[in-house]
């Protein structure tokens, strides 16, 4: 890889408040124009991590390159010029959402025609462009946002650090905003590095992921590699007609070995190889008489690759 596919490293990255480690020796990049989703339960290092990443905080440890370079005091302020940080919801509540807009731009140093510009995109794409004249301060809690994330985006950063972004976004929202964020990613080539608790659909967005435990890096790459590696074979949830232990005995003797099974709202769930095909497994079931309502791949997700990694702490 060359360093210009490289948006984001960090190094043995560690950080101590008082005795307390909040994150560990955390090493990863990101390459430009992938989403890398930086995931853990509460008080994992998440905030933290962002902080050190974006040079809020100074690492007790390890180092950070952002573009190419290590971060440092004296290059901080222009590097960050290329990033969009939407970490928090603070808005100045006595302005109206354009002229949130417009004072992020000019603190962003962009010209006027280019705020103006941008400011309509924004808006438009994040389904605000009626509030443009509200208050901050009268917006719902989905639409603060929204705005909050439209601050984020409107100097078009290389670099886009995003902090729950779809929460208190009804579903509908919550899809459109991840499907701008990718067309982000897919068009103007944004790097974007996201903190979130909402796992559900999450690999439409990501293409890596790390998984953070108590300050570590538990597990870190690309998201189908991951999958792929830890669950190499193929699931499926079946539902059959009749007595379903006839329906094991039947798939076990079609595969020739013990095959394990278990029930997931009714349906039978079980797992076979590259080498064991389903189609062999339904015909021997069609074979003995036995209805088959449905098959139904279950592929393995972000969430399972999540709770299984906890999970593994846990247990640790
Ligand atoms: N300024 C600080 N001073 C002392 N301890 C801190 C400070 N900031 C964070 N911590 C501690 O560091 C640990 C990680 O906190 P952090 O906020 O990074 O977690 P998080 O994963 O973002 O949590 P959440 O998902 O709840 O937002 C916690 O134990 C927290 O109490």
Not at 2 to 20: C, E, N, P, V, Y
Not at 25 to 36: H, S
Not at 66 to 90: E, K, M, P
Not at 119 to 137: F, K, M, N, P, Q
Request: charged residues 20%; proline residues 3%; aromatic residues 4%.
């Amino acid at each position: 890889m060359s360093s210009t596919d490289q948006t984001l490293a960090a190094t043995g990255l560690t950080k101590h408040f008082g005795s307390r480690e909040a994150v560990s020796d955390l090493t990863f990049e990101v390459r430009a124009g992938r989403a890398f989703g930086l995931l853990g339960p509460n008080g994992t290092g998440k905030t933290t991590t962002v902080r050190l990443l974006t040079g809020l905080l100074t690492p007790t440890r390890g180092s950070v390159t952002l573009f190419g370079q290590t971060l440092s005091r004296s290059n901080a302020d222009a590097l960050r010029a290329r990033i969009g940080v939407q970490t928090d919801t603070r808005l100045y509540e006595n302005l109206s959402v354009r002229d949130n807009l417009r004072t992020w731009g000019q603190l962003y140093g962009l010209a006027p025609r280019v705020i103006e510009r941008r400011i309509g995109e924004v808006l438009e794409v994040l389904g605000l462009s009626d509030r443009v004249g509200s208050l901050a301060g009268e917006l719902s809690k989905g639409m603060r946002q929204k705005l909050s994330v439209g601050r984020a985006v409107l100097h078009e950063p290389d670099l886009l650090f995003l902090d729950e972004p779809t929460a208190g976004l009804d579903p509908e929202a919550a899809i459109d905003l991840i499907g701008y964020v990718r067309e982000m990613i897919n068009t103007l080539r944004t790097t974007v590095v996201i903190c979130t608790h909402q796992l559900h659909g999450l690999e439409t967005l990501c293409d890596d992921v790390g998984i953070l435990n108590r300050g570590r890096l538990a597990v870190t790459g690309e998201v189908r590699t991951l999958l792929r590696r830890r669950w190499p074979e193929h699931r499926y949830l079946l539902e059959v007609g009749g007595d379903p232990a006839s329906a094991r005995e039947v798939i076990t003797s079609a595969v020739g070995r013990a095959v394990e099974f278990s029930t997931v709202e009714g349906l039978l769930s079980f797992s076979l190889n590259k080498q064991e095909p389903i189609s062999s497994a339904v015909a021997a079931l069609v074979h003995s008489h036995i209805q088959v309502r449905a098959v139904i791949p279950r592929r393995p997700t972000i969430q399972d690759l999540y709770f299984a990694t906890i999970n593994d702490g846990s247990a640790a």
